[in-house]
């Protein structure tokens, strides 16, 4: 009898639980970590942040501590875990601090898209009439700007500057800041200036597709005003599709800095990034690949986990993609 009433009672308890109302967030959680490959590359990333937040407690060494007679060391040699570079510094140190400079670079660049791209589209799918048509022609053009050459001129034009002793005002001060933020500040700004453009896209086209239905209608009539309908009813609807795209976009912001770390025009060194350890290494790949194999392989686990947590997400924020 005893076993009866407490499968009795599971069943009750089953069945209040599927009668107590969910939110979508809830739904999408839940759906997000039924996908194993998502929720692993989301625990890679949160421990990723974890690290590069408490890099000085974790690094073994400091990233810019040379050790002259142990360059090109081999992982485990001297006691470095990684090995070392060709002037001694260790390989672990360097890709911990390296991460701080990737993820700064992929939040802030992810930020500034989500925040102007969002209020640019809203803005612009609401109004409608002739305020969207000279809003969409100005992405228009910046949409067919080489985006990348034109970062490129941008941080040569930025770095040629900040060098220049007789620089006053307000270049003076955007280069004193980029000097303590490691050369990432100018970076920031190329990258904001333009990944903006296909976020005001996705958000426009949610806003007309949303403004039309009958919730929106129905607010609209009741009086209520323009700014509540798109904080309170619209933003709530197309934030999902927003931060889907976004989150697939960050491998993107990552790779960019690490190009142009690699040919130069990234971080300032002694600052580790992940492109000038790249292309530190490749000169002696042949005789001591692990020092160009250390930062790509953290590179490439880091793209490909963003990448899969962008995918999770979008299956899980998506109800058409739901089994």
């Not at 992810?110 to 799918?125: D, E, P």
């Not at 080489?146 to 941008?154: A, N, S, T």
Request: glycine share 10%; hydrophobic share 50%.
């Amino acid at each position: 009898m005893t076993v009866i009433q407490e499968a009795a009672s599971r069943r009750i308890a089953r069945a209040e639980e599927l009668r107590k109302p969910r939110s979508p967030w809830a739904d999408a959680f839940r759906q997000l970590l039924q996908n194993r490959l998502a929720t692993a590359a989301g625990v890679f990333i949160v421990l990723l942040v974890l690290v590069a937040i408490f890099a000085p407690f974790v690094a073994p060494f400091p990233y810019d501590k040379t050790a002259f007679g142990k360059g090109y060391a081999s992982p485990g040699q001297y006691g470095f875990i990684l090995g070392t570079d060709y002037l001694g510094r260790d390989l672990l140190s360097r890709v911990i601090y390296g991460a701080r400079v990737s993820l700064s670079v992929a939040f802030v660049a992810a930020a500034v898209s989500l925040t102007v791209g969002i209020t640019y589209g809203t803005i612009s799918g609401y109004a409608g009439g002739q305020v969207d048509n000279i809003m969409m022609r100005i992405v228009d053009f910046l949409y067919g700007l080489p985006v990348l050459i034109v970062v490129i001129l941008m941080q040569v034009y930025f770095k040629a500057v900040s060098r220049h002793e007789g620089v006053t005002g307000l270049m003076a001060w955007l280069s004193s800041i980029d000097q303590s933020l490691g050369g990432l500040f100018f970076v920031f700004i190329a990258l904001g200036l333009f990944n903006w453009i296909g976020m005001a896209r996705i958000a426009r086209g949610q806003v007309l597709s949303y403004k039309e239905h009958e919730f929106v209608q129905a607010a609209r009539a009741v009086g209520v005003t323009t700014p509540r309908i798109i904080w309170r009813h619209l933003l709530p609807n197309i934030i999902g599709p927003c931060i889907v795209s976004e989150t697939l976009a960050m491998p993107g912001y990552i790779l960019t800095e690490a190009f142009l770390s690699y040919i130069g025009l990234g971080a300032n060194p002694p600052t580790p990034s992940w492109g000038i350890m790249i292309n530190e290494g490749y000169k002696g790949l042949r005789s001591y690949p692990h020092v160009i194999l250390v930062p790509a392989v953290a590179l490439s686990l880091t793209v490909l986990a963003f990448n899969f947590l962008g995918d999770g997400l979008r299956d899980a924020l998506d109800p058409r993609l739901r089994e």
